[in-house]
């Protein structure tokens, strides 16, 4: 029997060196394992940042391009209504008639009184109550609004030379539509929030929601003739789109005309006033200030009726129809009932409307789209 020589500490060394050093075919490389340095680099945020910003640019109906229109829009409407939420509220109380505030609606200082027993009575919290469901139903609204306004201005306005009023004007109506289709239900329990003003009358998010839900199931008052057909109230949810039909009616001419008289002015109030020429946060907000008082002034007969038949389920067991609405509104006050608390819609739109597209114009160049 042969006896091998014994291995010394040396060649032990040796071996062991050129095993670990020859790697076995199980064993991956170390760069399998892990890619080069300069390959994980390109996935990097900033990277796929510049990558997307540059889809953006190229191609208007990119997805990068649409959700960066939209979450810059959905910024702008929360930035704008948080800047009027105080007056937001009181122009509510003061559309629908609420009893407590009633005395002040038409007043030089009705506002200024509200706000005042509002304040006292409740706090700060109490001028914005109800905001919290703003922000959860404008993000959308606004996010919806403008992108698909980008997206119709893009198809109708592919050029500057095709651009005419007619065109503004429908790009402006059908994105504003589409966006209260999608958050219409939010906007009611909005104003079923800020409706309420005594204490007793409080409550919370989601009892706000399943009373509405419920209103479905109220019956009129005995020997009252039902204002809303069998077959409306038969339909899912339709306690969540009361007061919808009378809502498009005033979208059309709001946002439409919102749309027309900002793009119009955008594009020629530089040759009247000069000095905006290389001010463009200026510019936009001048043009939305008088793009949301025109509008304003087109629509607001069409928001004091919407206001009252969302409200309308709160004190009569299945709601109202625009037709009672209407009448309820002219037998109180007149035709002078239908523009109850537009100097405080002035007060509040004209600058919501501001901020909101100048907002806008700058989260897009932010965006760089």
């Known amino acids: 029997m042969e006896n091998n020589p014994p291995i010394s500490s040396d060649r032990k060394g040796k071996s062991r060196a050129i095993d670990i050093s020859t790697p076995s ?65 009181v122009k509510i109380l003061f559309q629908t008639s609420n009893a407590d505030f009633r005395k002040y609606a038409g007043t030089p200082m009705g506002l200024l009184h509200a706000i005042r027993i509002i304040y006292k009575s409740q706090g700060v919290r109490g001028l914005y109550q109800g905001h919290s469901m703003t922000l959860l139903r404008i993000f959308p609204y606004a996010g919806i609004k403008y992108m698909a306004y980008d ?23 059908l994105s504003g539509v589409t966006s209260v289709l999608c958050t219409y239900p939010l906007e009611l329990i909005r104003v079923r929030l800020a409706y309420q003003t005594r204490e007793s009358e409080r409550t919370s998010l989601r009892e706000a929601i399943r009373t509405i839900y419920r209103e479905a199931d109220l019956v009129p008052p005995s020997g009252t003739k039902p204002s809303v057909s069998k077959f409306t109230r038969s339909l899912p949810f339709y306690p969540f789109y009361r007061g919808f039909s009378i809502s498009i009616l005033g979208m059309i001419p709001y946002a439409g005309v919102s749309f027309l008289t ?108």
């Open 25 to 89: 075919p199980a064993m991956p490389l170390l760069d399998e394992q892990h890619p080069l340095s300069r390959e994980s680099e390109r996935w990097t945020a900033a990277n796929l940042w510049r990558e997307s910003r540059k889809r953006a640019q190229a191609d208007r109906n990119s997805w990068d391009y649409v959700l960066s229109s939209g979450i810059a829009g959905g910024i702008a409407g929360c930035v704008a209504k948080s800047a009027i939420a105080p007056l937001d509220r």
């Open 151 to 173: 997206a119709l201005e893009g198809l109708l306005i592919p050029t500057p030379d095709k651009q005419t009023s007619g065109r503004l004007f429908l790009a402006g109506a």
């Open 262 to 369: 900002y793009g119009t002015l955008k594009r020629h109030i530089t040759q009247f006033i000069p000095y905006l020429e290389s001010r463009p946060t200026q510019k936009y907000l001048a043009c939305g200030a008088v793009a949301g008082m025109v509008s304003q002034t087109a629509s607001y007969p069409f928001e004091v009726v919407r206001r009252r038949m969302q409200v309308g389920g709160a004190f009569k067991g299945g709601g109202i129809s625009w037709r009672e609405a209407v009448s309820a509104i002219y037998q109180a006050r007149g035709w002078r009932g239908f523009f109850v608390g537009l100097s405080i819609g002035y007060i509040k739109v004209v600058p919501m409307t501001s901020i909101s597209f100048a907002t806008w114009q700058f989260m897009k160049r932010v965006f760089e789209i």
